[in-house]
């Protein structure tokens, strides 16, 4: 079946404006997780999302960072007033049943 | 805590070269580990897992076999090729946890 998605592959924005990021996960994965990837860094957490329970919210950066999961499948990262620091690479990942995650392949953001 | 320990890169290989990609690890538990694998452009994809003690994973001829007494999970490869050139993440995940917890990542850099 078809894979994690996330939408643009590219972003470049201007520094202080807002971004969105989508992901769409695997269907029927119930776990959903964002993670940014900054160049030649390794993974870091950002917020994970588990059916109807509450977000863990534990890895965002700021509070310029938000996220959002509409009726368990979709998801929307917002970065507002963003910053130069804040390019990266963000990658979304949904899990089933297993410990194993799957992974889109990523939105690349360049704030300038 | 949960951490991931891998070894620092880049590693240079020329093609046909055996390839070790150490990784060590701390967990609460009984964890199952992972390595994922990044090619240039591209989101993780899951390489290889194992979920217990002596447990070997393998797959596209490499593998790592779960070593409870040394808590490690050495990536190994008997002979590398170009196309093997990325960037490779040692995980776990605790039973029952939600994060996986990933290491830093080892780029590893193949030449023909």
């Known amino acids: 079946g078809a894979g994690v998605s996330q939408s643009p592959s590219n972003k470049v924005t201007e520094k202080g404006k807002d971004v969105e990021l989508r992901c769409d996960p695997i269907s029927g994965h119930t776990a959903l997780y964002w993670y940014r990837q900054s160049l030649g860094q390794g993974l870091e957490f950002l917020i994970y999302?588990?059916?109807?329970?509450?977000?863990?919210k534990s890895g965002l950066p700021s509070d310029r960072f938000s996220a959002e999961r509409t009726g368990g499948s979709v998801s929307t990262l917002t970065i507002q007033r963003t910053q130069q620091e804040d390019s990266a690479v963000y990658l979304c990942?949904?899990?089933?049943?297993?410990?194993?995650?799957?992974f889109g392949p990523g939105t690349r953001l360049t704030v300038l | 805590g949960n951490s991931v320990t891998q070894m620092e890169g880049p590693v240079t290989l020329s093609e046909e070269a055996f390839l070790t990609i150490n990784c060590t690890y701390t967990a609460t538990g009984y964890p199952s580990l992972f390595w994922y694998v990044q090619y240039p452009g591209e989101g993780l994809q899951l390489l290889l897992k194992a979920t217990k003690a002596d447990d070997k994973g393998s797959n596209k001829g490499f593998e790592a076999t779960y070593r409870k007494e040394t808590t490690s999970f050495h990536l190994e490869k008997g002979s590398v090729q170009v196309s093997d050139s990325a960037v490779y993440f040692c995980a776990l995940s605790v039973a029952g946890g939600f994060k996986t917890i990933f290491g830093a990542g080892t780029r590893l850099f193949v030449k023909a």
């Open positions: 990942a949904s899990r089933g049943r297993s410990n194993e995650q799957f």
């Open positions: 999302f588990q059916g109807n329970s509450a977000p863990d």
